[in-house]
Nanobody
Framework: QIHLIETGGGSVQAGGSLRLSCKASGRTFNIYAVGWFRQAPGKERERVAAIMWNNPRVTDLADSVKGRFTISRDSVENAVYLQMYSLTAEDTAVYYC????????????WGQGTQVTVSS
């Protein structure tokens, strides 16, 4: 089993930046991919970015964040980072990181989430 812990959320003004961290512990060698998701009040959870665990050059970003967010992995720290720039009020949400074991299938391991609030 693995555990995911997110940190780095907070409050920022529009146009600002934040970096979220998702630190994995446990049997991390079984991870296929890690994704960052967000859920705003009254909205469904959406995936904003994903990265292959053992091939971190392979990433995917949602159209809504392309050009503003980047995702990366630190193999020493077993961490995945979501660097967010040019934040807008629409980015306000609880951000979660999730892990999956295979290319197919759902993300099944989740962190506790971290709140990001962007004021305009």
């Amino acid at each position: 089993q693995i555990h995911l812990i997110e940190t780095g959320g907070g409050s920022v003004q529009a146009g600002g930046s934040l970096r979220l961290s998702c630190k994995a512990s446990g049997r991390t060698f079984n991870i296929y991919a890690v994704g960052w998701f967000r859920q705003a009040p009254g909205k469904e959870r959406e995936r904003v970015a994903a990265i292959m665990w053992n091939n971190p050059r392979v990433t995917d970003l949602a159209d809504s964040v392309k050009g503003r967010f980047t995702i990366s992995r630190d193999s020493v720290e077993n961490a995945v980072y979501l660097q967010m720039y040019s934040l807008t009020a629409e980015d306000t949400a609880v951000y979660y990181c999730g892990a999956k074991w295979a290319k197919v299938g759902d993300y099944s391991i989740w962190g506790q989430g971290t709140q990001v609030t962007v004021s305009s």
